[in-house]
């Protein structure tokens, strides 16, 4: 991730507050920089660094658990692969990523201390699923404001092949920028970087879903709105403000540590230290939030979902006449799904759901 690399060598490099600003930096890369953290941790904290393993563990298996579902249910059982689908398979994946990048941090602390090719994968897929994921649910909040705000105006751009590539963009472009960071050397003060970074990456997706949010709370205010269309926004009100919810727990405080440190470089480096490990521990934690925001991107991805539980709890084979059953409410308040538990029944009622 662009933002992280460029304030936190002030931190390693300055071991305490009163280091001189003549005083010369060793060029080393932040990739370096990045993997000595848990072993400064644990020598300055060791009582901190086990918590924050077992909070890292407990994420790794939920988040392991719940994408690796919600990856099944989008890929397996869901037919209709919309531009909301194919935005959300992909932030499955980041999740997954940095996931199974969590064991990999056991390991090299365990029996490869010092080794830098061990601890690749571990730094390069955490900042790779923070960038990605910002965007991804950036994306995901744009489709859901335009297929439910402005359904006709943007039907050119919601096709599943413009999501795909928007998709190969963001893997391409934060592939590349974090690549690149965590190769630059350390030293110095580039703040004007961390600010460009930090509007660019974190403040501006930020912005545009809270606009989004706003103008669907304005558009539910108006008079003589259908039920079902109102639904559907409240539906999208929902995910955005649980977009914004996972910005502001997940990723407001690494970036706003970031830009502290730029700001006042003369922060003591434990205290930098500490903050950045509960900062990084809690850009984590997306990867057990996003799930929420699975829920709303498809009418039935939790019936889907409790569809396969009931299934295994039954311990039954269904049979191939399951059906679909549409029936309308007596207010005319759109269509009630009566899911059976066989599986030709749960993909029909994700493909002919409400959702656009």
């Not at 939920?62 to 869901?78: E, P």
């Not at 930090?198 to 039920?227: D, K, M, N, Q, W």
């Not at 799930?291 to 396969?308: E, K, N």
Request: aromatic letters at 8%; hydrophobic letters at 50%; one cysteine or more.
């Amino acid at each position: 991730m662009p933002s992280a690399p460029a304030a936190v060598p002030w931190a390693l490099a300055a071991p305490n507050a009163t280091v001189s600003a003549n005083s010369s930096v060793p060029e080393t890369s932040l990739f370096h920089l990045f993997a000595l953290l848990d072993e400064e941790l644990h020598s300055a904290f060791p009582g901190l660094w086990l918590a924050l393993m077992v909070v890292h563990g407990v994420i790794f298996l939920a988040g392991l658990v719940l994408n690796g579902l919600a990856l099944y249910v989008f890929c397996c059982r869901t037919r209709a692969k919309t531009p909301s689908v194919i935005y959300t398979i992909n932030l499955v994946v980041t999740d997954l990523l940095v996931g199974l990048s969590l064991p990999t941090r056991f390991a090299v602390f365990y029996g490869a201390r010092g080794c830098l090719r061990c601890a690749f994968p571990h730094v390069l897929g955490y900042f790779l699923n923070m960038h990605c994921s910002i965007l991804f649910l950036t994306c995901i909040c744009v489709d859901r404001y335009l297929a439910i705000v402005q359904p006709e105006g943007s039907r050119r751009w919601r096709q599943p092949a413009c999501a795909r590539a928007v998709c190969a963009f963001v893997w391409l472009a934060a592939g590349s920028v974090t690549l690149s960071v965590l190769g630059v050397t350390a030293g110095g003060r580039p703040c004007c970087r961390v600010f460009a970074l930090t509007v660019l990456e974190f403040l501006l997706p930020l912005l545009v879903i809270s606009v989004f949010t706003g103008r669907i709370v304005c558009a539910l205010s108006r008079p003589g709105l259908l039920r079902q269309g109102r639904q559907r926004r409240v539906r999208a009100m929902q995910l955005l403000l649980t977009v914004l919810v996972i910005f502001l727990v997940c990723f407001t405080p690494f970036h706003a540590r970031q830009v502290a440190v730029a700001l006042w470089p003369s922060v003591p480096h434990h205290t930098s230290l500490v903050v950045y490990h509960v900062a990084v521990t809690l850009s984590s934690l997306n990867s057990c939030m996003d799930p929420i925001v699975y829920c709303f991107v498809t009418s039935g991805f939790q019936a889907t979902v409790r569809g396969l539980f009931h299934r295994h709890g039954a311990e039954c084979e269904p049979s191939s006449g399951d059906v679909v059953s549409m029936h309308k409410s007596s207010k005319g308040s759109g269509p009630q799904i009566l899911l059976s538990a066989g599986p030709r029944a749960l993909t029909q009622a994700l493909t002919n759901g409400p959702e656009p």
